[in-house]
Protein backbone atom coordinates (compact mmCIF):
# COMPACT_ATOMS: atom_id res chain seq x y z
CA UNK A 1 0.00 0.00 0.00
CA UNK A 2 2.87 2.31 0.84
CA UNK A 3 5.48 0.62 -1.31
CA UNK A 4 8.56 2.18 -0.23
CA UNK A 5 7.99 1.38 2.99
CA UNK A 6 7.51 -2.36 2.15
CA UNK A 7 10.36 -2.45 0.09
CA UNK A 8 12.24 -0.61 2.82
CA UNK A 9 10.77 -2.73 5.61
CA UNK A 10 11.17 -6.54 4.25
CA UNK A 11 15.14 -5.98 2.66
CA UNK A 12 16.23 -4.84 6.24
CA UNK A 13 14.49 -7.84 7.89
CA UNK A 14 16.44 -10.08 9.88
CA UNK A 15 15.04 -13.42 11.18
CA UNK A 16 17.49 -12.49 14.44
CA UNK A 17 15.64 -9.20 14.99
CA UNK A 18 11.96 -11.14 14.86
CA UNK A 19 13.10 -13.47 17.20
CA UNK A 20 14.52 -10.77 19.48
CA UNK A 21 10.85 -9.72 19.38
CA UNK A 22 9.03 -12.64 20.07
CA UNK A 23 11.53 -13.39 23.29
CA UNK A 24 10.86 -10.15 24.37
CA UNK A 25 6.67 -10.25 23.69
CA UNK A 26 7.36 -13.91 25.66
CA UNK A 27 8.93 -12.77 28.55
CA UNK A 28 7.58 -9.21 29.43
CA UNK A 29 4.56 -10.35 30.90
CA UNK A 30 3.60 -13.26 33.45
CA UNK A 31 1.88 -15.28 30.65
CA UNK A 32 3.67 -14.84 27.15
CA UNK A 33 1.83 -14.74 23.89
CA UNK A 34 -0.16 -17.74 22.89
CA UNK A 35 -0.68 -17.70 19.52
CA UNK A 36 1.66 -16.96 16.02
CA UNK A 37 2.66 -13.07 15.57
CA UNK A 38 3.58 -12.21 12.58
CA UNK A 39 6.99 -11.09 10.85
CA UNK A 40 5.47 -7.44 9.62
CA UNK A 41 3.36 -4.72 10.66
CA UNK A 42 0.97 -3.45 8.15
CA UNK A 43 1.46 0.49 6.46
CA UNK A 44 -1.62 1.70 5.42
CA UNK A 45 -1.92 4.17 3.10
CA UNK A 46 -3.16 7.54 3.63
CA UNK A 47 -6.42 6.51 1.02
CA UNK A 48 -7.18 3.00 2.86
CA UNK A 49 -7.07 4.52 6.12
CA UNK A 50 -9.56 7.12 5.13
CA UNK A 51 -11.36 4.34 3.58
CA UNK A 52 -11.53 2.47 6.66
CA UNK A 53 -12.49 5.34 8.66
CA UNK A 54 -15.24 5.92 5.92
CA UNK A 55 -16.59 2.71 6.14
CA UNK A 56 -16.45 2.29 9.95
CA UNK A 57 -18.72 5.70 10.29
CA UNK A 58 -21.33 4.29 8.01
CA UNK A 59 -21.42 1.38 9.88
CA UNK A 60 -21.62 3.04 13.29
CA UNK A 61 -24.28 5.62 12.01
CA UNK A 62 -26.88 2.67 11.16
CA UNK A 63 -26.08 1.30 14.70
CA UNK A 64 -26.67 4.75 16.48
CA UNK A 65 -29.96 4.88 14.20
CA UNK A 66 -33.19 5.85 16.22
CA UNK A 67 -35.34 2.58 16.80
CA UNK A 68 -32.56 0.36 15.30
CA UNK A 69 -31.67 -1.02 19.03
CA UNK A 70 -35.30 -2.62 18.74
CA UNK A 71 -34.36 -4.95 15.68
CA UNK A 72 -31.61 -6.84 18.00
CA UNK A 73 -33.68 -6.79 21.30
CA UNK A 74 -34.43 -10.27 20.86
CA UNK A 75 -30.17 -11.62 20.52
CA UNK A 76 -29.94 -12.23 24.08
CA UNK A 77 -30.75 -15.68 25.11
CA UNK A 78 -32.95 -15.45 27.93
CA UNK A 79 -31.07 -17.46 30.05
CA UNK A 80 -28.43 -15.84 29.55
CA UNK A 81 -29.47 -12.42 30.13
CA UNK A 82 -27.93 -9.87 32.77
CA UNK A 83 -29.71 -7.13 34.62
CA UNK A 84 -28.87 -3.34 34.21
CA UNK A 85 -28.35 -3.47 30.89
CA UNK A 86 -26.59 0.12 29.69
CA UNK A 87 -27.95 1.63 26.45
CA UNK A 88 -25.22 1.22 24.59
CA UNK A 89 -21.79 -1.57 24.64
CA UNK A 90 -18.53 0.08 26.20
CA UNK A 91 -16.56 -1.88 23.99
CA UNK A 92 -17.14 -2.39 19.65
CA UNK A 93 -14.96 -4.00 17.17
CA UNK A 94 -15.47 -3.74 13.39
CA UNK A 95 -13.61 -6.51 11.62
CA UNK A 96 -12.89 -5.64 7.77
CA UNK A 97 -11.45 -7.95 5.22
CA UNK A 98 -9.19 -6.08 2.69
CA UNK A 99 -10.02 -6.27 -0.58
CA UNK A 100 -10.43 -4.72 -3.95
CA UNK A 101 -13.47 -2.91 -5.60
CA UNK A 102 -14.15 -2.66 -8.94
CA UNK A 103 -11.34 -0.25 -9.82
CA UNK A 104 -8.76 -2.50 -8.51
CA UNK A 105 -8.13 0.14 -5.47
CA UNK A 106 -7.63 -1.71 -2.10
CA UNK A 107 -11.13 -1.04 0.04
CA UNK A 108 -12.74 -2.77 3.45
CA UNK A 109 -15.59 -4.99 3.97
CA UNK A 110 -17.46 -6.02 6.88
CA UNK A 111 -16.57 -9.26 7.67
CA UNK A 112 -17.82 -9.51 11.76
CA UNK A 113 -18.52 -6.75 14.64
CA UNK A 114 -18.40 -7.71 17.93
CA UNK A 115 -19.65 -5.25 21.13
CA UNK A 116 -17.17 -7.07 23.60
CA UNK A 117 -13.53 -6.13 24.59
CA UNK A 118 -10.31 -7.12 22.03
CA UNK A 119 -6.28 -7.30 23.47
CA UNK A 120 -6.63 -3.33 24.17
CA UNK A 121 -3.87 -3.63 26.25
CA UNK A 122 -1.52 -6.05 24.56
CA UNK A 123 -1.45 -3.54 21.28
CA UNK A 124 0.79 -1.18 23.29
CA UNK A 125 3.02 -3.99 23.99
CA UNK A 126 3.25 -4.78 20.55
CA UNK A 127 3.69 -1.51 19.54
CA UNK A 128 6.52 -0.79 22.18
CA UNK A 129 8.22 -3.67 20.62
CA UNK A 130 7.86 -3.46 17.36
CA UNK A 131 9.25 -0.11 17.59
CA UNK A 132 12.29 -1.48 19.60
CA UNK A 133 13.66 -4.43 17.67
CA UNK A 134 12.15 -2.68 14.15
CA UNK A 135 12.68 0.74 12.22
CA UNK A 136 9.06 2.28 12.26
CA UNK A 137 8.70 6.15 10.66
CA UNK A 138 8.05 8.22 14.16
CA UNK A 139 5.23 10.06 12.05
CA UNK A 140 3.25 6.68 11.84
CA UNK A 141 0.80 5.96 14.39
CA UNK A 142 -0.90 2.85 15.64
CA UNK A 143 -3.52 4.84 17.79
CA UNK A 144 -6.33 7.27 16.57
CA UNK A 145 -7.77 10.21 17.66
CA UNK A 146 -4.64 12.07 18.73
CA UNK A 147 -3.81 9.33 21.18
CA UNK A 148 -0.68 8.75 21.80
CA UNK A 149 0.84 5.13 24.29
CA UNK A 150 0.03 7.91 27.30
CA UNK A 151 -3.07 9.22 26.47
CA UNK A 152 -4.29 5.63 25.31
CA UNK A 153 -3.80 3.91 29.13
CA UNK A 154 -5.67 7.47 30.65
CA UNK A 155 -8.27 7.03 28.49
CA UNK A 156 -8.26 3.07 29.32
CA UNK A 157 -8.19 3.67 32.72
CA UNK A 158 -10.56 6.25 33.17
CA UNK A 159 -13.38 4.25 31.34
CA UNK A 160 -12.55 1.29 33.50
CA UNK A 161 -11.32 2.28 36.53
CA UNK A 162 -12.87 5.35 36.67
CA UNK A 163 -13.38 6.80 39.98
CA UNK A 164 -13.01 3.59 41.72
CA UNK A 165 -10.17 1.97 43.62
CA UNK A 166 -7.75 -0.69 41.21
CA UNK A 167 -8.28 -3.20 44.17
CA UNK A 168 -12.14 -2.86 44.22
CA UNK A 169 -11.61 -3.29 39.67
CA UNK A 170 -11.51 -6.92 38.22
CA UNK A 171 -10.73 -8.15 35.17
CA UNK A 172 -13.31 -11.41 35.09
CA UNK A 173 -12.46 -14.50 32.67
CA UNK A 174 -12.87 -18.15 32.71
CA UNK A 175 -9.53 -20.28 33.70
CA UNK A 176 -7.41 -17.20 32.67
CA UNK A 177 -4.30 -18.90 32.89
CA UNK A 178 -5.31 -21.10 29.83
CA UNK A 179 -6.89 -18.40 27.48
CA UNK A 180 -5.03 -17.55 24.36
CA UNK A 181 -5.12 -14.24 24.96
CA UNK A 182 -3.91 -14.16 28.85
CA UNK A 183 -0.96 -12.09 27.80
CA UNK A 184 -3.53 -9.10 27.16
CA UNK A 185 -4.59 -9.94 30.81
CA UNK A 186 -1.26 -10.00 31.72
CA UNK A 187 -0.97 -6.31 29.86
CA UNK A 188 -3.90 -5.05 31.36
CA UNK A 189 -3.09 -6.06 34.97
CA UNK A 190 0.16 -4.00 34.17
CA UNK A 191 -0.92 -0.67 32.16
CA UNK A 192 -3.81 -0.38 34.50
CA UNK A 193 -3.51 -1.71 37.52
CA UNK A 194 -6.64 -3.90 38.55
CA UNK A 195 -6.07 -7.93 38.86
CA UNK A 196 -7.78 -11.08 36.90
CA UNK A 197 -10.32 -12.96 38.23
CA UNK A 198 -11.40 -16.39 37.96
CA UNK A 199 -15.01 -16.80 37.15
CA UNK A 200 -14.88 -19.65 40.00
CA UNK A 201 -13.34 -17.64 42.25
CA UNK A 202 -15.92 -14.69 42.86
CA UNK A 203 -17.61 -14.99 46.03
CA UNK A 204 -21.46 -14.06 46.05
CA UNK A 205 -23.27 -12.57 49.39
CA UNK A 206 -26.76 -11.70 48.60
CA UNK A 207 -26.31 -8.38 45.89
CA UNK A 208 -22.35 -8.31 46.60
CA UNK A 209 -19.43 -10.11 45.00
CA UNK A 210 -16.16 -10.61 46.35
CA UNK A 211 -12.59 -12.43 45.40
CA UNK A 212 -10.00 -13.27 47.69
CA UNK A 213 -6.73 -11.52 47.66
CA UNK A 214 -4.17 -12.63 51.08
CA UNK A 215 -6.51 -14.11 52.66
CA UNK A 216 -9.01 -11.37 52.69
CA UNK A 217 -12.34 -10.69 51.05
CA UNK A 218 -11.91 -7.44 48.69
CA UNK A 219 -15.67 -6.11 47.43
CA UNK A 220 -15.86 -6.07 43.99
CA UNK A 221 -17.22 -2.33 41.96
CA UNK A 222 -16.18 -2.59 38.81
CA UNK A 223 -15.94 -5.44 36.26
CA UNK A 224 -13.81 -5.33 32.96
CA UNK A 225 -15.60 -8.97 31.77
CA UNK A 226 -13.79 -11.24 29.60
CA UNK A 227 -16.16 -14.08 29.71
CA UNK A 228 -16.91 -15.54 25.59
CA UNK A 229 -20.39 -16.91 27.14
CA UNK A 230 -20.12 -19.73 23.82
CA UNK A 231 -17.08 -20.94 26.06
CA UNK A 232 -18.92 -21.42 29.57
CA UNK A 233 -21.67 -22.50 27.53
CA UNK A 234 -19.70 -25.62 27.17
CA UNK A 235 -19.01 -26.68 29.97
CA UNK A 236 -21.72 -28.44 32.41
CA UNK A 237 -20.73 -26.59 35.38
CA UNK A 238 -18.03 -24.11 35.91
CA UNK A 239 -18.96 -21.39 38.83
CA UNK A 240 -21.62 -20.84 41.21
CA UNK A 241 -21.62 -17.57 40.10
CA UNK A 242 -24.76 -16.86 38.24
CA UNK A 243 -24.98 -13.93 35.54
CA UNK A 244 -28.66 -13.54 35.46
CA UNK A 245 -28.94 -12.35 39.24
CA UNK A 246 -28.78 -8.87 40.48
CA UNK A 247 -25.29 -7.46 41.46
CA UNK A 248 -24.78 -4.41 42.71
CA UNK A 249 -21.54 -4.25 40.29
CA UNK A 250 -20.79 -2.09 37.33
CA UNK A 251 -20.11 -4.18 34.25
CA UNK A 252 -17.74 -2.77 32.03
CA UNK A 253 -19.31 -3.50 29.31
CA UNK A 254 -22.38 -5.12 30.09
CA UNK A 255 -22.60 -8.79 28.90
CA UNK A 256 -25.69 -8.45 26.82
CA UNK A 257 -24.08 -6.39 24.31
CA UNK A 258 -21.95 -9.74 23.51
CA UNK A 259 -25.06 -10.78 21.76
CA UNK A 260 -26.20 -7.51 20.92
CA UNK A 261 -23.42 -6.61 19.04
CA UNK A 262 -22.35 -9.77 17.36
CA UNK A 263 -23.02 -11.68 13.83
CA UNK A 264 -26.27 -11.52 14.67
CA UNK A 265 -26.47 -7.94 13.84
CA UNK A 266 -24.58 -8.55 10.34
CA UNK A 267 -28.14 -9.19 8.37
CA UNK A 268 -29.35 -6.20 9.47
CA UNK A 269 -26.91 -3.99 8.38
CA UNK A 270 -27.65 -2.07 5.31
CA UNK A 271 -24.05 -0.36 4.25
CA UNK A 272 -21.65 -0.26 0.91
CA UNK A 273 -19.07 -2.11 2.98
CA UNK A 274 -21.03 -4.85 4.09
CA UNK A 275 -21.95 -8.04 1.69
CA UNK A 276 -24.57 -9.46 1.85
CA UNK A 277 -26.05 -11.54 4.93
CA UNK A 278 -28.90 -13.48 6.01
CA UNK A 279 -30.29 -15.41 8.99
CA UNK A 280 -30.52 -18.71 7.81
CA UNK A 281 -34.32 -19.14 9.33
CA UNK A 282 -35.66 -16.47 7.01
CA UNK A 283 -35.07 -17.37 3.79
CA UNK A 284 -37.82 -19.48 1.60
CA UNK A 285 -35.02 -20.11 -1.28
CA UNK A 286 -31.14 -20.73 -0.87
CA UNK A 287 -29.16 -17.75 -3.40
CA UNK A 288 -28.52 -19.97 -6.66
CA UNK A 289 -24.64 -19.19 -5.66
CA UNK A 290 -24.35 -20.93 -2.96
CA UNK A 291 -20.65 -21.51 -3.62
CA UNK A 292 -20.33 -17.71 -2.78
CA UNK A 293 -21.35 -17.66 0.20
CA UNK A 294 -20.12 -18.96 4.11
CA UNK A 295 -22.10 -20.27 6.61
CA UNK A 296 -21.49 -19.10 10.32
CA UNK A 297 -22.97 -20.02 13.20
CA UNK A 298 -24.34 -16.81 15.39
CA UNK A 299 -22.57 -18.10 18.65
CA UNK A 300 -19.47 -19.04 18.30
CA UNK A 301 -15.45 -17.43 18.27
CA UNK A 302 -12.42 -17.54 16.08
CA UNK A 303 -13.72 -19.39 13.34
CA UNK A 304 -15.06 -22.02 15.57
CA UNK A 305 -18.42 -24.21 13.28
CA UNK A 306 -17.70 -22.03 10.49
CA UNK A 307 -18.21 -23.72 7.25
CA UNK A 308 -16.58 -22.47 3.93
CA UNK A 309 -17.90 -24.77 1.00
CA UNK A 310 -21.31 -24.36 1.54
CA UNK A 311 -24.18 -26.66 -0.36
CA UNK A 312 -27.63 -27.43 -0.17
CA UNK A 313 -27.45 -30.68 1.48
CA UNK A 314 -25.52 -28.93 3.91
CA UNK A 315 -28.41 -26.27 5.10
CA UNK A 316 -30.93 -28.85 4.81
CA UNK A 317 -29.40 -31.10 7.14
CA UNK A 318 -29.53 -28.02 9.84
CA UNK A 319 -31.97 -27.73 12.50
CA UNK A 320 -31.09 -24.80 14.68
CA UNK A 321 -31.43 -22.90 11.79
CA UNK A 322 -32.11 -19.77 14.02
CA UNK A 323 -28.90 -19.95 14.88
CA UNK A 324 -26.67 -19.47 11.70
CA UNK A 325 -26.28 -16.43 9.59
CA UNK A 326 -25.30 -16.91 5.59
CA UNK A 327 -22.94 -14.66 4.25
CA UNK A 328 -21.58 -13.69 0.90
CA UNK A 329 -18.05 -14.46 0.92
CA UNK A 330 -15.52 -11.60 0.12
CA UNK A 331 -11.94 -11.56 -1.54
CA UNK A 332 -9.51 -10.83 0.08
CA UNK A 333 -6.77 -9.14 -1.88
CA UNK A 334 -2.95 -9.85 -1.76
CA UNK A 335 -1.87 -6.94 0.61
CA UNK A 336 1.35 -7.44 1.81
CA UNK A 337 4.52 -8.45 -0.11
CA UNK A 338 6.57 -10.95 1.69
CA UNK A 339 9.27 -13.13 0.87
CA UNK A 340 7.13 -16.05 -0.38
CA UNK A 341 4.41 -14.29 -1.61
CA UNK A 342 1.43 -12.06 -0.43
CA UNK A 343 -0.48 -11.93 2.43
CA UNK A 344 -4.10 -11.12 2.65
CA UNK A 345 -5.45 -9.04 5.68
CA UNK A 346 -7.90 -8.59 7.94
CA UNK A 347 -8.12 -4.88 10.35
CA UNK A 348 -9.65 -4.79 13.17
CA UNK A 349 -11.04 -1.03 14.39
CA UNK A 350 -11.49 -1.03 17.99
CA UNK A 351 -13.40 2.08 19.66
CA UNK A 352 -14.74 2.84 23.58
CA UNK A 353 -18.25 4.31 23.38
CA UNK A 354 -18.65 6.82 25.79
CA UNK A 355 -21.14 9.78 24.83
CA UNK A 356 -20.17 8.47 21.38
CA UNK A 357 -17.75 5.60 19.79
CA UNK A 358 -14.61 6.59 19.46
CA UNK A 359 -11.85 4.94 17.87
CA UNK A 360 -8.58 4.42 19.55
CA UNK A 361 -6.81 1.51 18.00
CA UNK A 362 -6.70 -1.18 15.47
CA UNK A 363 -5.46 -5.13 15.39
CA UNK A 364 -4.36 -7.05 12.10
CA UNK A 365 -5.26 -10.72 11.41
CA UNK A 366 -2.95 -11.74 8.10
CA UNK A 367 -3.47 -15.20 6.55
CA UNK A 368 -2.21 -16.95 3.46
CA UNK A 369 -4.75 -19.86 3.77
CA UNK A 370 -8.98 -20.00 3.20
CA UNK A 371 -9.37 -18.34 6.85
CA UNK A 372 -7.69 -16.19 9.22
CA UNK A 373 -7.05 -18.18 12.25
CA UNK A 374 -3.89 -19.15 12.91
CA UNK A 375 -5.12 -22.75 13.29
CA UNK A 376 -5.52 -22.73 9.27
CA UNK A 377 -1.81 -21.47 8.70
CA UNK A 378 0.13 -23.53 10.42
CA UNK A 379 2.33 -24.15 7.47
CA UNK A 380 2.77 -20.26 6.52
CA UNK A 381 5.19 -17.34 7.44
CA UNK A 382 4.46 -13.89 7.36
CA UNK A 383 1.13 -14.76 8.81
CA UNK A 384 -0.73 -14.04 12.34
CA UNK A 385 -1.54 -11.40 15.18
CA UNK A 386 0.16 -8.04 14.27
CA UNK A 387 -1.17 -4.00 14.06
CA UNK A 388 -1.09 -1.31 11.12
CA UNK A 389 0.49 2.10 11.56
CA UNK A 390 -1.21 5.06 9.68
CA UNK A 391 -0.13 8.23 8.87
CA UNK A 392 -0.50 10.26 11.99
CA UNK A 393 -2.27 13.75 11.08
CA UNK A 394 -0.34 16.83 11.55
Same mark, same amino acid.
Given at each position: ?I?E ?5 N??F?? !????S *?? @? %???? $?????A???? #?????F ?6 D ?15 PG ?6 N ?21 F????D ?20 Y ?16 D?? !?Y??? *?? @? %???I $??L??I???? #? ?16 T??DF??T???L????V?L ?8 K????K??N???V ?11 L ?26 F ?28 P?L ?8 F ?5 G??MDV ?11 D ?20 S ?7 F ?5 PM ?12 M?G ?18 E??
Open positions: MPLRKRFSSRQ !SAYE *LL @R %DLNS $AQRWPDFRV #AETPVLSQELTDLLRASNEILATLQAYAAKFAAVPPELAVPGETPHPVFLQLDAICKADGAFTPRLIELQGFPSLYCQILLDDTWRKHFSIPKFS !SFNG *LD @R %DKY $ALKKIVAD #ADPENVILLELEPEKQKRIACESYGFPTDKDLIERKKLFYKDGEIPERIYNRVIFDDARRERYANFHFGNEHNVTWVGHPNWFKISKYTLPLLSSSYCPSCFFLSSLDSYPDEHYVLKPLSFAGAVENRQMLDAIRNRHYILQRKVDYAPLVETPDGFKVEIRMMVWTSKLVNNLVRMSKGKMVDFNKDKTWIGSSLAYHPIQ
